[in-house]
């Protein structure tokens, strides 16, 4: 009960605390939140003045420098996850569900290019998370973190540790809730006695 107030308290405050403008970027937290980063990229090329990168089903185009210019969501037009990362020429492919895709001279847009490889692209292996130059992708998958409003939020009501946390405090609500109703009958059970 006192973990309960205790955290009501702080939350009826947070705006006033500036907690939903605090991040945590606890590597465990974020893993918990669903924000994991991937264990490797598909594969890493450079197309002109840029250099992409696919993972899952989106490109990050990346200055040489290391700063992002844009992760391009490909989730409508990939039938899966990127498999490999290539070039043709000067542009970017990738390669998803057998199929190939390429991209614009300005990589800002991929299209279906071929149903198998027609040959001549240059394939990249593909690379861990943790290759130097790489580092900003790091905001691109988990961004700024999570509010400490959020995690105070999930802990008060339980979702923090998903069904069993919500379980354990409807137990302790009912339990509350018995308590009280428990003293209001003892309480008038007493009076009737004393009357």
């Not at 990229?41 to 990168?53: D, E, K, M, N, R």
């Not at 037009?77 to 970017?92: Q, S, W």
């Amino acid at each position: 009960m006192l973990f309960l107030a205790t955290t009501g308290i702080v939350l009826n405050h947070a705006v006033d605390l500036g907690l939903d403008r605090k991040y945590l970027r606890w590597p465990w937290l974020l893993d918990a939140y669903g924000m994991r980063m991937p264990g490797s990229y598909a594969g890493t090329v450079a197309v002109g003045s840029f250099v992409v990168v696919g993972d899952g089903r989106s490109a990050h185009v990346l200055l040489e420098s290391g700063e992002l210019v844009e992760s391009i969501d490909l989730g409508s037009i990939l039938p899966g996850d990127i498999e490999r990362v290539g070039r043709d020429g000067g542009r970017a492919v990738f390669e998803s569900g057998g199929r190939l895709f390429r991209s614009d001279a300005d990589v800002s847009q991929f299209q279906n290019w071929a149903d198998g490889d027609p040959g001549g692209v240059e394939w990249s292996s593909e690379v861990d998370r943790d290759t130097a130059g790489l580092e900003v992708l790091q905001d691109a998958w988990r961004g700024r973190g999570v509010t400490v409003e959020r995690v105070l939020l999930d802990l008060h009501s339980g979702r923090i540790l998903a069904a069993p946390g919500r379980l354990l405090l409807d137990i302790v609500a009912v339990g509350m809730i018995l308590l009280g109703v428990s003293g209001l009958f003892l309480t008038r059970l007493r009076r009737r006695n004393g009357s």
